[in-house]
């Protein structure tokens, strides 16, 4: 009995010791953490070789950071980090990481909830260790968002020119139709990926809930200039 009542007072001291953390009583729950990773599809996949805004997140685990192949856009300061990935150090990146990282271009502020990072953590590790059973559960909500083949697009979203006139750029689609923007509400973006668009027919994409702001996408930086004719 004396025993156990030291072995009960050692356990309640060492708790309250600023620095250190008790190991948690349950893993997390990788059910869970598909659908808190919808909060990260938007930016991250969890296919090989697929990058978008951030690095595909397949196989990460016990990856160093900041050298996934393919992925081109590493801050410096995460190229240098020493972080290797693993349940802590992906809760600490979680938390915060810009503290994580200070320095890097993340622009997800954390989640301060810490059983939602051990879900996700533990979400993350099956899917980083090539266990993609979890991934399409909870009706897919883990995937990321499927991109379009800009290859495959209706006449009204292929761009046969485009005229700008003092503050307004009007676009001619496929289908005849010309449709103005004022100038900061069209955006001009590239993809050289292989479902891009088709060099010659950049894409027009929407943008905006009302209708008054689009993406022209080309398959090549060189196709913008030559595509905008200024003329009133």
């Known amino acids: 009995m004396e025993m156990k009542r030291s072995l009960a007072i050692f356990a309640v ?18 059910e869970a953490g598909a659908r808190a990773f919808r909060a990260c599809a938007a930016c991250h996949s969890l296919e090989p070789g697929r990058h978008l805004t951030g690095p595909s997140l397949a196989g990460l685990w016990h990856k160093k950071a900041g ?27 979680l ?17 301060r909830d810490p059983k939602a990072r051990e879900d996700l953590v533990a979400f993350l590790k099956e899917a980083g260790t090539g266990n993609a059973q979890r991934q399409t559960r909870q009706g897919g909500m883990a995937q990321s968002p499927a991109l379009s083949n800009l290859k495959e697009l209706s006449a009204s979203q292929q761009v046969t020119a485009i005229r700008y006139c003092q503050d ?5 689609n496929a289908s005849g139709e010309t449709i103005p923007f004022w100038e900061l509400n069209l955006r001009f973006k590239t993809d050289s990926t292989d479902t891009g668009p088709m060099k010659g027919t950049p894409a027009l994409m929407p943008a905006g809930m009302m209708g008054d702001r689009a993406s022209v996408i080309f398959a090549d930086p060189a196709e913008i200039s030559a595509s905008i004719e200024r003329r009133c």
């Not at 708790?15 to 997390?28: E, F, N, V, Y």
């Not at 050298?67 to 990146?93: H, Q």
């Not at 938390?95 to 989640?111: E, H, L, Q």
């Open 168 to 172: 307004t750029y009007y676009v001619i």
């Open 95 to 111: 938390a915060d990481p810009k503290r994580a990282v200070p320095g890097n271009r993340m622009t997800f502020p954390g989640i």
């Open 67 to 93: 050298t996934v192949e393919g992925f081109r856009r590493y801050s410096p300061a995460m190229k240098a980090s020493s972080l290797t990935w693993n349940e802590s150090t992906l809760n600490d990146w």
């Open 13 to 30: 001291v060492v708790a309250g010791i600023p620095g250190l953390k008790a190991s948690p009583a349950t893993a997390g729950d990788p």
